[in-house]
């Protein structure tokens, strides 16, 4: 029954073209990612060069190229903030598709009335989003894999495949946060536009407000993760660090930037650390969602907008 | 077959404090086309919702061949097909793409073949790889009754059936019940406002008022109990005024 409900709902995204521009949105935000790495690297090694011609006319030492310094899959470090501004917000959009259909057409009377059992259909549908963005993420992966071989002029190194790998597994935990709560806002709602605008609203929080709390109300770490500033001493600061933990959004910059290497180094405990708020919500809203969906009246639902 | 395919017993429905159904006690034979007439807001529709597990009753027993609603869905769902009323199947898929999935949950071994036959048995083989999106009312009603009947339920039932049909259509639908209860043997319960049709299929009706039964039997008895009325319609009528 899972697996039937599974692969019905991927066939209905499919035919929706919903599934081609889902993983078109994921592959974009990594080419633009990989064109913006691209470009970096162009300029920066322009500029090198441009300082070796004018040092060379001085007969001053030349230093050594930066970029050869800095970590490879950091070119890719623009797809955290793409998947964290764009990406969140079409994995709420692929979490409230999933259900939508059913609960505003009526369909779900139909499915209901079978020997189907209600956890059957949820796990069915989240393993069906889950498929989706991990398909998804893996298209991403293969697209960041040649951006990499493209900027570099060679073939990443196994031990950097391994950890774009990890980064794409982390993304797709945290996207799978962001489809849950599309399905749990439908759901809980009841109606398909105050069901999407909830969700839009819970984006919002989970990406700006709390990581501007959390941060100190440092604006610019709504974006990266930045190293904490001097002079957080006052009571205020010391709260809103404690509250930290509560950012999924900055737990999942700050794990990222360990992974791509562009933070500060961090030990394994540290980052197992940061890992489990986003687990944490990822399963609160997979309860949830059995729990409304269980409780959800289909037999009422069929109004739609 | 021993026992009632289908018996309500001091059913009761209640959404928050609108008490909808107010203990009805109902038994319907196989075989049996039974109508279920009522105005808007009667209770027919949560009936059907309880009779088809889709909802909890708050009060009283109900049971579909033998099995109890609520303690049975299982075994309920299994031997009932559903056509809600005004079908809306997934319109970017088709028509059989639709039926196989639905054949799926009732755990056909062989879904898409079940599929088939029961649009042939509909003469709508061909709607089977149109998308249900790009289908006119009547069709769609057809790929409706068509995952109703595909898993070869022992009783079937149609909430509204001839809502959005022309007169066409209507008598198809008529033909095709009447085909589903000599053929097959489904006994069939019908929610309907459409009298006309009531007096050619069903064999027996009940009318619900204000989520109470004040009526039940065989279209023969009703004709003779009530000789003065000239159809269907005005008896109802009548009976509604007087429930």
Redesign the interface.
């Known amino acids: 029954m899972i697996g039937t409900v599974a692969v019905h709902q991927i066939r209905a995204l499919r035919r929706q073209r919903i599934l081609a521009e889902l993983v078109g949105s994921f592959v974009g935000i990594t080419v633009l990612a990989g064109v913006l790495g691209w470009a970096s690297h162009r300029t920066i090694i322009g500029v090198y060069e441009e300082s070796m011609r004018l040092l060379a006319t001085r007969n001053l030492a030349a230093p050594p190229n930066p970029f050869l310094l800095k970590p490879k899959l950091s070119q890719l470090s623009n797809v955290v903030i793409y998947i964290t501004l764009i990406g969140a917000l079409v994995a709420l959009l692929l979490g409230h598709l999933t259900v939508a259909e059913d609960d505003s057409t009526g369909i779900g009377r139909i499915i209901f009335s079978r020997a189907i059992r209600r956890g059957q259909y949820t796990l069915g549908k989240i393993v069906a989003s889950g498929g989706v963005l991990a398909g998804s993420m893996a298209a991403s992966f293969v697209v960041s894999v040649i951006a990499l071989w493209i900027v570099n002029s060679s073939v990443p190194a196994t031990r950097d495949l391994g950890r774009l790998g990890l980064f794409f597994g982390l993304s797709w935990l945290y996207l799978m946060v962001f489809t849950m709560v599309g399905m749990v806002t439908l759901l809980a709602t009841g109606r398909r536009s105050f069901g999407l605008l909830s969700a839009m609203g819970v984006w919002l929080i989970v990406t700006f407000a709390i990581p501007q709390f959390t941060s100190g109300l440092r604006p610019s770490q709504s974006l990266n993760p930045i190293v904490d500033p001097v002079s957080t001493s006052q009571a205020f600061f010391r709260l809103t660090r404690r509250a930290r933990p509560l950012s999924v959004a900055e737990q999942y910059k700050q794990l990222s930037a360990q992974i791509l290497h562009t933070g500060a180094p961090e030990s394994s405990s540290a980052a197992i650390g940061r890992l489990t708020p986003i687990l944490v919500a990822l399963g609160l809203l997979v309860v949830i969602t059995f729990a409304q969906v269980a409780r959800h009246d289909f037999s009422r639902s069929d109004s739609g907008e | 077959m021993g026992g009632p395919a289908i018996e309500l017993s001091g059913l009761q429905h209640r959404y928050d404090t609108d008490l909808v159904l107010r203990g009805i006690d109902l038994r319907i034979d196989h075989g049996e086309v039974f109508g279920f007439l009522g105005h808007n807001g009667a209770g027919k529709t949560t009936a059907v919702?309880i009779l088809?597990?889709?909802?909890t009753p708050t009060g009283g027993q109900a049971s579909v061949c033998g099995f109890d609603v609520v303690r049975q869905r299982?075994e309920v769902?299994?031997c009932?097909g559903?056509l809600?009323s005004?079908v809306?199947?997934?319109g970017?898929?088709t028509a059989l793409?639709n039926l196989e999935?639905?054949g799926?949950?009732?755990?056909l071994t062989k879904p898409r073949s079940a599929a088939k036959d029961a649009l042939a048995f509909l003469g709508a083989a061909d709607l089977g790889n149109s998308r249900v999106g790009s289908l006119s009312s009547g069709m769609r009603q057809r790929v409706g009754i068509a995952?109703a009947i595909a898993h070869s339920p022992r009783v079937l039932?149609l909430d509204e059936p001839t809502t959005g049909l022309d007169p066409l259509g209507v008598r198809q639908l008529r033909e095709t019940i009447l085909a589903l209860n000599q053929e097959r043997g489904m006994t069939v319960f019908m929610n309907t406002h459409l009298l006309s049709e009531v007096a050619k299929v069903c064999t027996t009706i009940g009318v619900l008022n204000r989520g109470e039964l004040i009526y039940k039997d065989t279209i023969e008895a009703t004709r003779e109990r009530f000789p003065d009325e000239a159809s269907l319609e005005d008896i109802y009528v009548r009976m509604s005024v007087v429930g």
Do not use: V
């Open positions: 919702n088809t597990t889709l909802i299982r769902t299994e009932i559903y809600p005004e809306r199947m997934y970017h898929l793409e999935f639905f799926r949950l009732s755990g995952q039932f």
